[in-house]
């Protein structure tokens, strides 16, 4: 007799919070500690990071199949990071008005359409952030406009090079990798061209 498994898809929140205690709150994130009764009844203590802006990400792509990446030294990783432009977006501002503000910031560039490709939770065992991941065509150069914080280098690259990079582990930050695997897919596809 085979095996035989059994799903079941909990709707309800499985834990219940006794307490919450706000550990650390500024302008972009904030930290709580709850005491909890795991969903076995065990006591115990969770804690959740909470955003204060969506995570946004534009990947852009001309005709050529060319795409921006954006080096940058990542301050809690302690390492150097090749990524798609991306940054924070505030909750009450459309997703796509801060892809456009972040790609324009990062890279100058500007783009006349914009396709919403993919949504994902960052980390979502210990945060509730938010990513919102968007496909930018139709280029053109302007200049760019990094933020003080920001010491950028940014290069243009072939999109198969950047998914070599993807594979060899060469890029790393989540959002970056589900963007490129997303636009990979959509090129095997047939939804998506150069």
Known sequence: ?????????????????????????????????????????????YGKVRFKNFAIGALP????????????YRF??????????EGGGELGVAPVDSAKRELLEETGLVASEWTHILDMHLSNSVTDEKAIIFLARGLEQREAQPEETEQLVVKRVHFDE?????????????????????????????????
């Open 162 to 194: 950047v998914y070599k990079m993807v594979e060899r582990g060469e890029i790393t930050d989540s959002m970056s990798v589900g963007a490129i695997l997303k636009v990979k897919l959509m090129l095997l596809q047939g939804t998506l061209k150069f």
């Open 76 to 85: 809690p990783l302690n390492q150097y990071s090749w990524e798609i432009p």
């Open 1 to 45: 007799m085979g095996r035989f498994f059994y799903f079941c898809w909990i709707m309800e929140n499985p834990w219940t919070i006794l307490a919450e205690r706000v550990i650390y709150d500024n302008k972009w994130i904030g930290l709580t500690e709850y005491d909890v009764l795991n969903p076995s009844g065990g006591k115990g203590i």
């Open 61 to 72: 792509l001309d005709e050529e199949g060319y795409t921006w990446l954006v080096g940058q």
